[in-house]
């Protein structure tokens, strides 16, 4: 297995434009989480889904963000319209959600710069 | 609310030396503690879990719930341990939910 894959890898845009990243979790995983990485704040937890249903969007920051797993092996994170502060890495983990293992696996992450 | 405490942003020590990477947390029920490693260009990755109570790289994690506390230990630190750690908690029926600190910065100097 290939592990967890995000793309793209790296994004710069400008502000004002709408960023769309994508995550193929682990098959057989039930659970997917979005996380962001920066400096300030480490990693802060943005939303996840059991079983494709969103669970906790309480971390998403703005309604400029939106999440969605259309089925079990694709999820999206939306910015429209995307700002500078929006700079960050965000990862995408996968796990199978059944019981409190707490093995996330994690993608490579997509490093977002908006100018 | 949950929230993890990791005080140090970066911690500095030479090969040999102990180390240790502090944790705190704030929970009101019974937590599940965990840190998480990532190595320079590498994916992160869980190290150790406290249920497990294992050793994994030489490294130890006690859970000490009087304290709300959950440091990471290791009596000689090695350059290969240089890596960002992440103390990470997940609650009762969250569906798996980790929540993270800010992360320590480890750097082993020879």
């Known amino acids: 297995d290939a592990g967890v894959i995000q793309s793209p890898r790296h994004e710069v845009t400008e502000m004002g434009q709408e960023v769309t990243l994508r995550c193929k979790p682990i098959?057989?995983?039930?659970?997917l989480f979005w996380y962001r990485q920066t400096m300030m704040r480490g990693l802060e937890l943005l939303i996840y889904?059991?079983?494709?249903?969103?669970?906790?969007d309480s971390g998403m920051p703005e309604d400029r963000f939106s999440a969605k797993m259309p089925n079990a092996s694709f999820s999206t994170l939306k910015i429209q319209p995307s700002e500078p502060r929006d700079s960050a890495v965000y990862f995408c983990a996968s796990s199978t959600g059944t019981a409190n293992t707490g093995e996330l696996f994690f993608g490579e992450g997509s490093r977002l710069t908006v100018l | 609310a949950q929230r993890v405490t990791q005080p140090e942003k970066l911690l500095s020590v030479f090969k040999g030396a102990p180390v240790e990477l502090k944790c705190n947390y704030s929970y009101s029920g019974s937590p599940e503690l965990f840190w998480y490693v990532q190595y320079s260009r590498q994916r992160l990755q869980l190290l150790l879990r406290h249920i497990s109570r294992e050793s994994i790289k030489g490294f130890t994690a006690d859970l000490n719930k009087g304290e709300t506390s959950f440091h990471l230990k290791k009596p000689f630190a090695q350059e290969e341990d240089s890596a960002m750690y992440y103390c990470?908690?997940?609650?009762?029926?969250?569906?798996?939910?980790?929540?993270f600190g800010q992360g320590t910065e480890l750097s082993v100097k020879p």
């Open positions: 098959s057989g995983h039930n659970s």
């Open positions: 889904f059991n079983n494709n249903v969103p669970i906790d």
């Open positions: 990470a908690l997940s609650g009762d029926n969250q569906g798996g939910k980790l929540i």
